[in-house]
């Protein structure tokens, strides 16, 4: 069974600022892929960025960007010159490719707060 | 980018009343939907897949009576909460993925709050 830890529970940054958010996963699986949802105070879940398993370059969205590490099960989100709109709960999820629909495995969360 | 609708935003009702709430992919063709739960400052908890022209998949410890989803078209899944008591009351939300806009990628509704009195 697949399982996503995000060992913090909130973080807070200054505007302007760098942040990073951690994730580890587990799983025996070799394609998958693995991504980072914002869920701001209204609720909607936003994709943030993606990473496909077996591409070995970090994905960048803008001033998202993530440092994937296969072999660790590491997928870390950091986002740079922190906007007070970054504010929301975020959530590391993964899912497995089997060349159909499978759900997503969510982690805990971390909610970020970023202060002016 | 897809648009999934769910509808309502927010219900309130008695308790032992039923509740219906839709979740429709607006731009695209969803054979497989998706129904979570979420608590207050939890994650999102997965109850259920819902499968166009077949039964729906349930997580373990989902009331399948409970909760009845129909898959009734390739762009609607309902979600019925049947005699809703007040520990029903969560926020629910639908997601869609969408192998052809972009492979893997799972698209959400905005949620719904039921409130049970």
């Known amino acids: 069974a697949q399982t996503v830890t995000q060992s913090q529970p909130e973080m807070s940054v200054q505007e302007a600022e760098t942040v990073t958010l951690s994730c580890t996963y587990d799983t025996s699986e070799s394609n998958y892929y693995l991504f980072w949802y914002k869920q701001p105070p209204s609720r909607q879940m936003i994709l943030v960025i993606r990473?496909?398993?077996?591409?070995?370059q970090n994905a960048t969205e803008n001033r998202f960007s993530v440092n994937f590490q296969k072999a660790a099960k590491s997928f870390s989100l950091k986002i740079s010159d922190s906007q007070l709109g970054d504010t929301a709960m975020y959530f590391c999820?993964?899912?497995?490719?089997?060349?159909?629909?499978?759900?997503?495995?969510f982690g805990a969360g971390t909610r970020l707060a970023v202060h002016p | 980018g897809a648009v999934v609708s769910q509808h309502p935003s927010r219900v309130i009702c008695k308790s032992g009343t039923s509740v219906k709430i839709e979740c429709r992919s607006l731009d695209f063709q969803a054979t497989t939907m998706f129904w979570y739960r979420q608590f207050p400052k939890q994650s999102l908890m997965l109850m259920a897949t819902?499968?166009?022209?077949?039964?729906?998949?349930?997580e373990q410890g989902v009331e399948k009576d409970k909760f009845l989803i129909n898959h009734a078209s390739l762009t609607l899944s309902t979600l019925t909460v049947t005699s809703a008591h007040p520990e029903d009351s969560s926020f629910y939300i639908c997601s869609a993925p969408s192998l052809l806009l972009a492979k893997n990628i799972q698209y959400f509704g905005a949620g719904t709050r039921l409130s049970v009195l």
């Open positions: 819902s499968n166009e022209g077949s039964k729906a998949t349930y």
């Open positions: 999820a993964f899912v497995r490719y089997s060349g159909g629909y499978n759900k997503l495995i």
């Open positions: 990473q496909e398993a077996y591409k070995q």
